[in-house]
């Protein structure tokens, strides 16, 4: 009788362990506990409200980079022609045209293939973006037709006034002969005013 009693004792001991293997568990919440309804309420409150400010300002860039695009583009290539054409000992040009509003440039000791494989590659302003017109001198002004302005292996730099606009937004790139820089304006500049702010 002792004997069947020990055997009780030592199965309700292995059910016991078991129960306290189970009982080392975490305890799993009698409900999952949620976001309340004034969380969720400013949480949306924000995100209306990061919304409100960033769209104007994401439609107003995609809206009128179009001739800022345009002129950092002429920016970046006449300081690269510049520099390209001092270190590899090689004049170079730079092509607008402004009847298909396409900008492109070579050397000029590329062969002809390769000049036209640049010309397909060109840069295509944006729509609404044109080139009015490009000044050269008093006298010399393009206002159609392919205009062209050369950086010198010397490091010089044919000087040249290139008007931009953007429906009623212009610029004005002001090309220097000796510096590596291309002033601009956020508005029309002659190139008699240009010289006269020198």
């Not at 055997?7 to 506990?33: D, H, M, V």
């Not at 000044?135 to 292996?153: L, Q, V, W």
Request: glycine letters at 4%.
């Amino acid at each position: 009788m002792g004997k069947g009693k020990t055997k009780t004792s030592i199965a309700g001991i292995s059910n016991c362990s078991s129960c306290l293997a189970f009982s080392l568990q975490p305890k799993q919440p009698a409900s999952s506990k949620g976001f309340t309804l004034i969380e969720l309420t400013v949480v949306v409150f924000l995100i209306g409200l990061m919304l409100l400010i960033a769209v104007p300002k994401v439609r107003d860039t995609m809206l009128n980079d179009g001739l800022e695009t345009t002129v950092n583009r002429l920016i970046g290539m006449a300081r690269e022609l510049r520099s390209d054409a001092v270190r590899n000992q090689v004049d170079y040009v730079l092509h607008i045209d402004m009847d298909n509003d396409l900008i492109w440039a070579h050397s000029i000791d590329m062969t002809p293939e390769a000049k036209d494989e640049m010309k397909k590659r060109a840069f295509r302003l944006p729509e609404d973006v044109k080139v009015m017109d490009i000044s050269f001198s008093e006298e010399e002004k393009m206002t159609d037709g392919e205009a062209t302005i050369r950086f010198s292996r010397k490091n010089y730099t044919q000087p040249a006034v290139i008007h931009l606009a953007e429906k009623d937004r212009h610029f004005t790139l002001v090309v220097e002969p000796f510096l590596s820089s291309v002033r601009t304006y956020d508005k029309y500049i002659d190139f008699r005013d240009q010289i006269a702010n020198k």
